[in-house]
C-alpha cells in the first residue's frame, strides 16, 4: 500500500472569502510544489470552478476530487465529493435550485468569479455563495447519497459554521463517510470527550482560502492509487486502505 498526501478543503477564486490569487494554476502549482498527491475543491455552495481545476491539474499529474462546501439551512458546512462531472452537475443543479436569490456584494463580500487556465474570467455568480441553501443536513446528505458522492461535515469542533457549535452534538440520522477537525484541536483530546467520533474516520485539511495556505495541513493515506474510488475506501477503513496520520 502507497501513502498519498491529501489536501481536501481547498476553496478557489470563487469563493467570495477566497483570495483572487487562488486560480487553478496556482492552486496546482501549489499544492504540487508541497508534495500533495490529491487535492479537493470546495468552494462555497458552488462547483463551477471544479472542472477547470481539474484539467489544469491532469496535465502536471496531481488528482482532484470535485464537490462543494455546502452551507446547510442550520449553518452547517459540510464538504461534498463526487466521482464524476455528470454527478458533479447534477448536484450543482441542486444547489442552484436550493441557494436563495441574496445579491451578492462584492465590495463588501468579494468577488464570486471563475477563472479559466489563463485567469481569465469564464463565468460570475450573482448569487451570495456564502448564505445557506434552504436544506438541512440530513436533506443535503441524502442528495448527496442519490448521486453516490462522499459527505463530510467540515471543522467540526470550530465555534461557528460547525455541527456542533450550531446543533451541540452529532445528529444520529446521518452517516458521514468521514468527519473534517481543525488543526487547533487535538484529535485523542476530542475523542476522549466525544466517544460517538470513534466510529468515524477524522480527516484534517488545510481549508486554504490563500496560495501560502495550501498543504499546510494534510491527512496521509494508505491507498493504491490516488482515485476517488480508493479514497472512499481509505475513509471506510476497507482492504487495508485508511487514514494514517493527521499533519
Not at 147 to 169: D, E, T, W
Amino acid at each position: 500500500m502507497k501513502r498519498f498526501k491529501a489536501d481536501l478543503h481547498i476553496h478557489t477564486v470563487l469563493s467570495p472569502c477566497g483570495s483572487l490569487e487562488m486560480s487553478p494554476v496556482r492552486i496546482v502549482d501549489k499544492a504540487l510544489d508541497q508534495g500533495l498527491h490529491m487535492i479537493g475543491i470546495t468552494d462555497h455552495n458552488s462547483t463551477r470552478q471544479c472542472a477547470e481545476v481539474s484539467r489544469v491539474a491532469g496535465k502536471k499529474g496531481l488528482v482532484v476530487v470535485c464537490g462543494a462546501e455546502v452551507t446547510t439551512k442550520e449553518e452547517v458546512h459540510c464538504l461534498t465529493f463526487f466521482e464524476n462531472f455528470e454527478k458533479l452537475d447534477a448536484f450543482q443543479s441542486y444547489l442552484d435550485e436550493h441557494l436563495p436569490h441574496i445579491p451578492n456584494d462584492p465590495e463588501r463580500f468579494g468577488h464570486q468569479v471563475w477563472v479559466d487556465e489563463n485567469e481569465e474570467i469564464i463565468g460570475q455568480e450573482e448569487r451570495l455563495l456564502i448564505s445557506a441553501i434552504n436544506q438541512s443536513i440530513d436533506e443535503v446528505e441524502q442528495k448527496v447519497r442519490e448521486l453516490k458522492g462522499l459527505f463530510i461535515p467540515a471543522h467540526i469542533f470550530r465555534p461557528s459554521y460547525s455541527v456542533y457549535s450550531q446543533l451541540g452534538f452529532m445528529p444520529f440520522e446521518i452517516q458521514p463517510d468521514a468527519v473534517g477537525i481543525s488543526a487547533r484541536f487535538d484529535v485523542e483530546e476530542q475523542l476522549k470527550k466525544h466517544l460517538e467520533l470513534k466510529q468515524f474516520t477524522i480527516l484534517r485539511s488545510s481549508d486554504a482560502h490563500f496560495p501560502e495556505q495550501i498543504g499546510l495541513h494534510y491527512s496521509l493515506m494508505a491507498m493504491e492509487e490516488a482515485s476517488f474510488s480508493e479514497l472512499r475506501m481509505a475513509l471506510h477503513q476497507q482492504g487495508g486502505r485508511k487514514v494514517v496520520e493527521l499533519r
